[in-house]
């Protein structure tokens, strides 16, 4: 077992925990950009999700902890991580992201405010920059080289939620998992990372630490989000939206963690609409039948509301001719 590695002379120490997966190439570029902390880390812990893992051997000879599993999903991964950590703060970063070399310091100097857990702000980038990309680049020297000139497009206020953490995190995901640090006797005492999920996780992770803490927002962009074709938020399927339905479902339900105040669930009834039309779309498409009544059956818990299960099932089309329709009307008929 790693020798704890706590606080000394009044110092935290922090722990870096990178879950990766068939991707040796990325998790080396991810490794090397927190080996570049000016803060040097306490552990770099990475974790491999499968025994055979190609990183395993890629990343032979770097100074971090490659502790490999069983393939368990990145859930697993990034538990069996924390239990590996020693140290006060754990903090994470997906294999395919980079972090700024000045992240860690700007994160040790906010943890005089009293914080327990933060994330910041961060850039998105690719190998050919799309219109939701704020440059092209590839590694971490060209965002380095790139962030001197570029503008920030992406708007992260959904970020800034201290003071009422728990309710806006119920409505959606709003914490940036590449900058996350916790520290890890509330992330103990949230309960981690759910397993046997193939989507939100970090969604329900973020939820139970606002159960305990409030999030606290750096603002400064000290992450690098890689945006590819494999990037989970660009993939869908009947599995991951029902996934999202019963997360939601989750957090309704009674828990052995402090419940915060929070608005009533009628309040959240624009997003879990969304989440659920995006959800029965997928079922269709892949004509799965049990997912979609599955589906169905869960939205009666989250949207008591027959008419927003209705909208929710409607095709676009049906939404886009009604909106063409409200545009065509005089505004005193709109009401």
Known sequence: MPEDRGSSAGRATFALVIPTHQRPDLVVQAVESALRQSRPFDQVIVVPDGLDDPSVAALAGYPVEVVAIEKAGVAAARNAGTAHARTDWVCFLDDDDLLHPEYLARIEAETATGAQAMNTGYWSFAAEAGPADEFSAGTLDECLEAVRTARPRKDLGYLQIEGRSFDLLLERMRGSMSTTAVRRDVLTRAGGFPTGVVTGQDWVMYVNVARLTEWHLVPDRLGFFRDHPSTITRT??????????????SFWRPSELPTPAHRPLDAY???????????????????????????????????????????????????????????????????
């Open 236 to 249: 869908g399927s009947p599995l991951k939206g029902l996934t999202a339905l019963r997360v939601i479902r």
């Open 269 to 335: 009834r624009p997003y879990y609409r969304h989440v659920l039309g995006w959800a029965l779309r997928a079922c269709w498409r892949a004509r799965d039948v049990r997912a979609y009544r599955e589906a169905l059956a869960i939205s009666r818990e989250i949207l008591p509301r027959r008419s927003d299960r209705l909208s929710a099932m409607a095709p676009r089309w049906v939404h886009r001719a009604s909106a063409a329709m409200r545009r065509r009307m005089p505004r005193r008929q709109r009401a």
